[in-house]
């Protein structure tokens, strides 16, 4: 790759470089970015570097070490989302790695944005958290899910348990929306290049998640209520035989 490029080189000092198409031209300078980075990880002899180039289509996805049992490193973009009403936001979008737990307090001034007040528990996991969420989920009357920090007190151990548990059992529509939005909406299957549109288009998919929702919550208030009325009309006519009968 050394001798290939050095001969580009010497090429492009003869030649204009608009000889080349605007895709050979983003390609090339994803190459020469490559090698640079491959080059300074063979001399400093480590298998680390920031913004590391793992595919010349897509030079903006970034290795992510997840440590999970079928994939140790996981390669696409990491979302951040909360449920609220069924319904699922975008917190977050990065291509490269980052801490969940910066996210929170961010997430709930979006929500207090988009309904007017605070909410008034955040069911979230151990990673969100830490000190400085627990204050300032204190100062404004949330309730954050877990147990607070220190020693539990035995009085209240097993109350507390008992509530993690139902904390636990609600949060699980978060995980529920990934499985979802994964096996429903393709939303494990991107196959757009460009950073931008790869964003609309998981975008988009989240978005269709909810207008399915709400399509869902329609039909459910409409049989509810065909439901309801004939269920009147079968009562009524029950107590009127009840009350020939009788």
């Known amino acids: ?9 010497k090429l492009l000092q003869k030649s204009d470089i ?11 300078h994803v190459i020469q970015e490559l090698y640079s980075q491959q080059q300074t990880m063979y001399k400093s002899k480590t298998h680390r570097i920031e913004d590391r180039i793992v595919s010349i289509d897509k030079p903006h996805v970034r290795p992510i070490v997840r440590g999970k049992t079928n994939a140790e490193v996981e390669f696409g973009a990491k979302v951040a989302i909360s449920v609220a009403g069924g319904y699922t936001f975008m917190e977050e979008l990065s291509w490269d790695n980052f801490n969940e ?24 996991d151990k990673i969100y958290r830490n000190r400085y969420n627990l204050r300032y989920c204190k100062e404004h009357g949330i309730r954050l899910s877990g147990p607070r920090l220190g020693r539990p007190c ?19 529509a978060v995980e529920g929306k990934f499985v979802e939005g994964k096996r429903a909406y393709g939303l494990a299957r991107i196959m757009t290049r460009l950073r931008e549109t790869s ?8 978005l269709v998640m909810n207008l399915g929702k709400r399509i869902r919550d329609s039909f459910h208030r409409f049989f509810k209520v065909q439901i309801l009325a ?13 009350a020939i009968v009788q």
């Open 1 to 9: 790759m050394k001798r290939d490029l050095h001969i580009i080189d």
């Open 18 to 28: 608009e000889l080349l198409n605007t895709k050979q031209q983003k390609e090339l």
């Open 101 to 124: 737990g910066t996210t929170l307090i961010k997430s709930i001034e979006n929500y207090h944005q988009r309904f007017g007040c605070y909410p008034e528990a955040v069911l979230a």
């Open 154 to 172: 035995q009085s209240e151990l097993s109350g507390q348990r008992k509530l993690e548990r139902m904390d636990a059992r609600e949060r699980n």
């Open 199 to 206: 964003e609309t288009v998981i975008s988009m998919q989240l």
């Open 230 to 242: 004939r269920l009147r009309g079968v009562t009524a006519k029950l107590y009127g035989k009840w």
